[in-house]
């Protein structure tokens, strides 16, 4: 929520200079597929590696190894862009090869239930923010592990409020309006003659 929401104030400072910044998250964390989720989140950055890398590098028109290729290109200078330690461009490749695998029909798509579609893209993504915080793979190795494997940790009481936060934290990333659609809801933005946005 940290970035979306500096995000969602850099629009909203825009707008008292009446600036009018584009959006640049859509709630991410509701994608159905791992396309979505690259259309829902930083959306400029994406807009970017799409418009300046994958395109120019031909994107899905010369075959599908081609675009299984160009996939996996960008979004290995898209995790190179971050910064320059190969955690990054691990991240990177991990999204290509998502994005190459949802192409080919191996994940879950926008036919399936949604509720399967989420749950998969949100772990996936959630695997691959490992990638992009650890400063080493061996980090990321380690954070994995914990993630996965069952370890001595806290009380069956701690177990259960954890769980019953997870359980809150999920219900409003997945439910809740994000914040500009709470506008449309309340009829603020027409109220504003913001109507637009």
């Known amino acids: 929520f940290d970035f979306s929401g500096y995000s969602d104030m850099a629009v909203g400072l825009a707008l008292m200079f009446g600036l009018r910044l584009p959006r640049n998250f859509n709630s991410p964390y509701k994608a159905v597929d791992v396309p979505d989720f690259w259309r829902r989140w930083h959306i400029s950055l994406s807009s970017v590696l799409r418009d300046y890398l994958y395109i120019p590098l031909g994107g899905n028109r010369k075959g599908e190894a081609r675009t299984y290729g160009n996939l996996i290109l960008t979004m290995l200078l898209g995790g190179l862009w971050h910064g320059a330690n190969w955690t990054f461009v691990a991240w990177g490749g991990y999204h290509g090869l998502l994005l190459s695998a949802a192409r080919a029909g191996f994940l879950p798509g926008s036919n399936a239930p949604k509720w399967l579609g989420r749950t998969v893209t949100f772990l996936l993504v959630v695997v691959g923010w490992v990638l992009f915080r650890a400063d080493t793979f061996t980090m990321a190795m380690g954070l994995l592990r914990r993630m996965?494997?069952?370890?001595?940790?806290?009380?069956?009481?701690g177990w259960a409020l954890l769980l019953i936060l997870l359980i809150i934290a999920a219900a409003l990333a997945h439910l809740a309006p994000n914040t500009f659609e709470l506008p449309h809801q309340w009829g603020?933005?027409?109220?504003?003659?913001?109507?637009?946005?």
């Open 148 to 157: 996965f494997l069952w370890t001595q940790g806290p009380s069956i009481a």
């Open 188 to 197: 603020l933005w027409s109220t504003l003659g913001l109507a637009g946005l």
